[in-house]
Structures are given as C-alpha cells and as structure tokens.
C-alpha cells in the first residue's frame, strides 16, 4: 500500500491510499475541480478511485461530495449518523453505510471505523489494512483516545493530527470561543499532544507517521516537527528511526511506502 496527501488543513482535506487494485479516499474537501488537479499530480485520476471514506461532515472534509457521489457515482461511505448531517446540507444519492466496531472491505482493503472526538455528530477515524500493511488515519480529535491508540496497533503508517502550538493560540487573534472551541476535547490536538502519541505509538513498532490538519494562523510547518521529532529524540530515538512527515494545505505529498 502507498499514501498520498491531496491536502491537509480547515481549507480542504483529502488523503489516497493505493494498494495497486483499488484506491480508497478518506474525505474528499476540496471542490471538485481542484480535487482533479490535486489527483493528476499525484498520478491518479477521479475515475480510478474505488470508493471514498467520510470521517465527518464539517465542510472540509465533505465539499465535493456531491460530484463524487452523483456525478461520478464513486461510493461514498459512511456511519448512519454523518450520513444525516451531511443530507441536511446536501442532497444526495444513497449512501453506503456502516456501523461503528464493523468492519468491511473494499477494493482488496479491509476498513476499520473507530471513534474520535471532534465537534460533529460521530466523527470517526479509519484503519485501512491490506495482506501486507497498515495505514491508520485520524485526525481532528480533541484528545488522543483509547480506539485510536487501539487501531494503531500493528501499523505501518499512521497520519495524525498536529493542529497549533498552544502558545501560538492563546496569544494569537483568534476571538476567546473559537480558542475554547480548538482547545476543547472536542476540538483539536495540540503539536504537543501530537507528538506525546507519536512516542507511544512509535513505542508499539509503527515507524513512519505524518502530521496533519496543521492550522495556518497557529502553527507552523516547522514547528510542528520539531516538537514531534524532539520528544522522540528526548526519549532516546536516534536520527533515521522514525520518519516524520509533515502534510501540507497547498500542495500534494510525495507517495508513502506503507511497511509492514
């Protein structure tokens, strides 16, 4: 399996996860037609893709969704609850929906939902497991839960969110309910929460990682791996051990060899 980010951040986000029979998307919030750029950058094309993924239904993460689902008639997946919320934004075809704690395949993948918190109905994070790897996805989540840390068992690759540096934000512009609201458990994680699970995750065997959703008003591309790569440096891991990668807003990641 090889991972490519599309975009990461509140501007737009979507991630292709390519096990050479099938591709999967996680989100797809970009508009349309910037999505189809981002794809042919990246050397795939719309009409490759297997199926789509939805964690939430916060515009980000959902805005080509009616293209995807109607124009295109790629599946779109995802748990009964998000299916609502997105319905009462948008019409749409049918989805295909799944149950929390139930599997399914698609494509030769093998998809496994689990719940994070964020400020959405029932926001979730997936793991994507093939014969020979594993890729765990999650990001916008107010804390660093039990099921994530769960699912990451055994990956090869996990993308996890790294949103502010804490100082950044609460001296930053941001109004006081907006920086309640990110600060909050429901909200997001901070570069050094981030990195606090990088560590424990690294810990259990997982040797490749890339930080996402960072925010454009309180962090930093650099920022954010430095106190990632510094907390794992701090606890004895040496240069080469670990690969950190960090997703940007506006431009495509290289391709991700997902190990075993």
């Known amino acids: 399996m090889r991972v490519c980010v599309l975009g990461s951040g509140s501007k737009g986000n979507a991630v292709l996860a390519d096990n050479g029979d099938g591709m999967v998307m996680i989100d797809c919030g970009l508009r349309i037609d910037k999505l189809a750029v981002r794809l042919m950058q990246a050397n795939r094309a719309l009409n490759r893709i297997s ?5 939430h239904e916060h515009q980000d993460h959902i805005a080509a969704i009616t293209e995807i689902a109607d124009g295109y008639n790629i599946p779109v997946y995802v748990n009964e609850m998000t299916a609502r919320a997105i319905r009462r934004q948008k019409p749409l075809a049918a989805f295909r929906t799944f149950s ?5 395949g698609i494509a030769g993948f093998e998809i496994q939902p689990f719940r994070i918190s964020h400020d959405a109905v029932c926001p979730v994070g997936y793991a994507i497991g093939d014969k020979q790897s594993k890729f765990v996805y999650a990001t916008d ?12 068992e055994g990956a090869g690759l996990v993308m996890i969110e790294s949103n502010h540096d804490v100082d950044m934000l609460t001296q930053g512009k941001y109004p006081p309910f907006l920086k309640r609201r990110i600060l909050s458990d429901r909200g997001h994680i901070s570069n050094a929460t981030c990195a606090d699970a990088v560590l424990r995750i690294s810990q259990k065997g ?3 990682f890339i930080l996402g959703h ?3 008003e309180n962090n930093l591309p650099e ?6 790569a510094q907390t794992l440096a701090d606890a004895g891991a040496k240069e080469g051990d670990v690969l950190l990668k960090v997703a940007a807003q506006h431009t495509v990641s290289d391709w991700i060899e997902v190990e075993s």
């Open 214 to 216: 960072l925010s454009e």
């Open 223 to 228: 920022l954010a791996f430095w106190t990632t």
């Open 141 to 152: 989540m107010g804390f660093v839960g039990c099921d994530f840390l769960d699912a990451t």
């Open 100 to 104: 929390l704690g139930e599997g399914f």
């Open 206 to 208: 997982t040797r490749k």
């Open 51 to 55: 199926a789509v993924l939805i964690t």
